[in-house]
């Protein structure tokens, strides 16, 4: 069964550092998103992505993050400047047409030190 | 604005109980409702969703979720709990507009415990 593949499943990445979250949605879907979990908190939208371009985004969402479709599979989340609140569990999602439900990754696990 | 609430942070049932878990939504227009689970360390899982149509969904691992749209809840439920589906348990909304389904508003999640 296709799924949503993230890679790395855990990054340490000291504060200050730049840092690029890996995402291989599945392959007929056209919609894109992050969300994050912080340790113990509940899970928060980041950004949608459709038609490679940002469709909407929270207000976590700051000039620290961008995301981006590099090609015709990957979709990649990238944080400028880490700071330490930005550790957290990073998940991928997609789906291919407004109507479905997303299809979520295994998560990222972000540490910053 | 829109939100999700579940009122239980933690719920412990025996092995072969019913369970119930409570979710609450607050949404101008109808809503889309999901439920997802997530066991420790891994990602989200489907268990149900609702769009339109039959008020009682069901959904993978023998849960259902019934949708009542005068108490704004999406409760989910399972006759007989098995202690593999000690997990953490999510209920969302999503946009029924303008936007698209992936665009989802969590709960603060309940986790299941199992007593065997």
């Known amino acids: 069964e296709p799924e949503v593949t993230q890679t790395p499943s855990h990054q340490v990445t000291q504060m200050g550092q730049e840092v690029i979250l890996r995402c291989v949605p599945i392959?007929?879907?056209?919609?894109f998103y992050w969300y994050r979990q912080i340790l113990g908190q509940k899970v928060e939208f980041l950004v949608s992505?459709?038609?490679?371009?940002?469709?909407?985004k929270s207000e976590i969402f700051d000039d620290q993050f961008s995301v981006e479709r590099p090609d015709g599979s990957n979709f990649t989340l990238k944080i400028r400047s880490t700071k330490l609140e930005d550790s957290a569990m990073y998940f991928c999602?997609?789906?291919?047409?407004?109507?479905?439900?997303?299809?979520f990754g295994q998560g990222t696990r972000l540490t910053v030190v | 604005a829109q939100s999700v609430t579940q009122p239980d942070i933690h719920i412990t049932v025996s092995e072969g109980a019913s369970l119930e878990l409570r979710c609450n939504y607050s949404?101008?227009?109808?809503?889309?409702l999901f439920w997802y689970v997530q066991s420790p360390g891994q990602g989200l899982q489907l268990l149900l969703k609702?769009?339109?149509?039959?008020?009682l969904v069901q959904g993978i691992k023998g849960f259902e979720a019934e949708f009542k749209r005068s108490q704004s809840s999406f409760n989910l439920r399972k006759p007989s709990v098995h202690w593999s589906d000690a997990a953490e348990y999510f209920c969302?909304?999503?946009?029924?507009?303008?936007?698209?389904?992936?665009?989802?508003?969590f709960g603060k999640g309940t986790k299941l415990s199992v007593k065997p």
């Open positions: 609702y769009f339109s149509g039959d008020t």
């Open positions: 392959s007929n879907h056209l919609y």
């Open positions: 949404y101008g227009a109808t809503p889309y």
């Open positions: 999602a997609s789906h291919p047409d407004r109507n479905t439900e997303a299809f």
């Open positions: 992505f459709y038609n490679n371009e940002i469709s909407e």
């Open positions: 969302a909304v999503g946009a029924s507009y303008g936007g698209s389904q992936g665009n989802l508003i």
